[in-house]
């Protein structure tokens, strides 16, 4: 048992609505995405993953079916990823040394393969075209690589798909010799570890009256519920950058997009990674004094 009564797993959450979870990240992408530089950032397992969790919020806990359930601040989990990028993609440290991770963790972990540097060619001398005829080459490229599975940023701390706590990965990371920007780039991560290190081999779960009241609605639809988000954050980004009189549109615009992220508030997480996740997002830079006038405006 990997659940203590009363809690529901993740992984069955997302087995449950597997399809519709993966339907519709893909769909979003296609849907708000037009470059294939844009899936060095995200891929659909990524999408579908960070929706598990929004939709999880703060009701997140670690259970193993034997000791009492562990209530952990989401961020500890959810943001690891943000810190090194491990797809080995051909535009991400190209150059550098990076550490050997082996085929098991790869697939326990879900790499995607990186984007090739062939196919980026082939994407780029398409849109050189421009013509009708290399638009539906990207498009059809694009869409190639969309349906591919996997992660461009794995959980550091999380196994895929069964979402529990492995510190295998972390550790090959640790071992790796780091210059100095490496080093403060860990720190929070590190920091993490330590917090979560007492719980390695838990598995994250839900009460179970989140899990049945709302999860299979969430689900509903989502795709197409998260492009319509998208294109209003875009509306209210162009209205900013006129005159307005009363409160800033891009306050507005940058309130919904915490909220989204982080409906019942950020944790343990700083303001400057609060600001690269809410930019991200959003799809310009907002800067953190921006979302926290926003949140006293709301």
Known sequence: MIANEGYVPLSLMYEQNYSELTDG???????????LMSLCINRADDISTAWLFEFCGSDLYLTDGVNAPVRIDPGLVRFGHYF????????????????????????????????????IDEFNSAVDLCSDE????????FATEVRKLGMTRPLLFVEDRTYRINFNLYRVFSDFKREDAQRQ?????????????????????????LAEQGWDAFCRSIGER??????????????SKGPRSGR??????????????????HGSLTWDQVEV???????SP????????????N
């Not at 769909?27 to 037009?34: D, F, I, P």
């Not at 330590?194 to 390695?200: G, Q, R, S, T, V």
């Not at 998260?226 to 209205?239: A, Q």
Request: charge should be negative; proline fraction near 6%; hydrophobic fraction near 35%.
């Open 134 to 141: 290399g638009n539906e080459l990207c498009a059809k490229i």
């Open 185 to 209: 780039t860990f720190q929070d991560v590190d920091r993490y570890a330590d917090i979560l290190a007492p719980f390695e081999g838990r598995f994250l779960s839900v009460p179970t009256p």
């Open 84 to 119: 090194i990028d491990l797809s080995e993609g051909v535009l991400s440290h190209e150059n550098e040394p990076t550490p050997h991770v082996d085929s098991e963790l790869r697939t326990t972990f879900n790499f995607c393969e990186p984007l090739q540097a062939s196919v």
């Open 286 to 297: 907002v800067s953190a004094q921006t979302i926290k006038a926003a949140m006293k405006s």
């Open 25 to 35: 990240a893909r769909s979003y992408l296609e849907g708000t995405k037009n470059t």
């Open 277 to 283: 996740a809410v930019s991200k997002e959003f799809g």
């Open 226 to 239: 998260k492009i319509k988000e998208h294109d209003r954050m875009l509306e209210l980004g162009e209205e």
């Open 248 to 265: 800033p549109r891009k306050r507005e615009a940058a309130y919904s997009v915490y909220m989204s992220l982080f409906p019942k508030g």
